[in-house]
């Protein structure tokens, strides 16, 4: 279901968002900006799904909020002198925010296309926060959730393939 999910956030985000540079999975990325293997290039985000509670619905399928982190990395580096100009600092502040604010208007009432067996409803925003990140990089993490059943535990049943006609005439020739 992640991955499902994944794939259509990510198109969303390229499809609306395309200055954003990167979309990947979280892992920390931001963290440690100045190992090779974690490289961070922004404007980025990366998608971290929290703890999923599923609820039983019967007939072996289940229904959860799906929490999603949404962590959106900008560069930080302000102009030298900025806290002479109060001008500067307010399109400092725009310039910053503004990936969050793009990311909010391209998902808040979103609702990514059912596919196999899981359905998913509107996502809407939850929460926002600044995060902890090096000097160099403002990060902020936006939480958004959304309605998933899952119906790939219930029984596919799919007709066996009609048999083959045989054609007496064309056998016996």
């Known amino acids: ?3 499902t999910l994944f794939k259509h956030l990510a198109q969303r985000i390229a ?6 540079k990167q979309v990947e999975l979280y892992t920390g990325q931001y ?10 290039f922004p404007p980025a985000i990366f998608v971290e799904f929290g703890e999923i509670m599923w609820d039983d619905l019967g007939e072996r399928s289940q ?4 929490p999603v982190r949404l962590h959106v990395v900008t560069q930080h580096l302000p102009p030298f002198g900025m806290d002479r100009k109060p001008a500067a600092i307010a399109a400092y502040a725009e310039a910053v925010t503004k990936v969050s604010t793009r990311l909010h208007q391209a ?19 939850r929460r926002s ?11 902020t993490i936006s939480e958004f959730a959304l309605l998933v059943n899952d119906a790939s ?4 049943y799919n007709a066996p393939p009609e048999p083959p006609k045989l054609d007496l005439e064309k056998i016996m020739e």
């Not at 926060?129 to 990060?139: I, N």
């Open 129 to 139: 926060a600044r995060a902890e990140a090096p000097p160099t990089l403002h990060v």
């Open 153 to 156: 535990a219930e029984i596919q």
């Open 63 to 66: 229904q959860a909020i799906v």
């Open 107 to 125: 998902l808040h009432g979103y609702t990514p296309a059912s596919e196999h067996a899981f359905a998913f409803n509107t996502i809407t925003r």
């Open 31 to 40: 963290l440690y900006p100045a190992t090779d293997a974690n490289p961070v």
């Open 15 to 20: 499809a609306t968002m395309p200055d954003v």
């Open 1 to 3: 279901m992640e991955a």
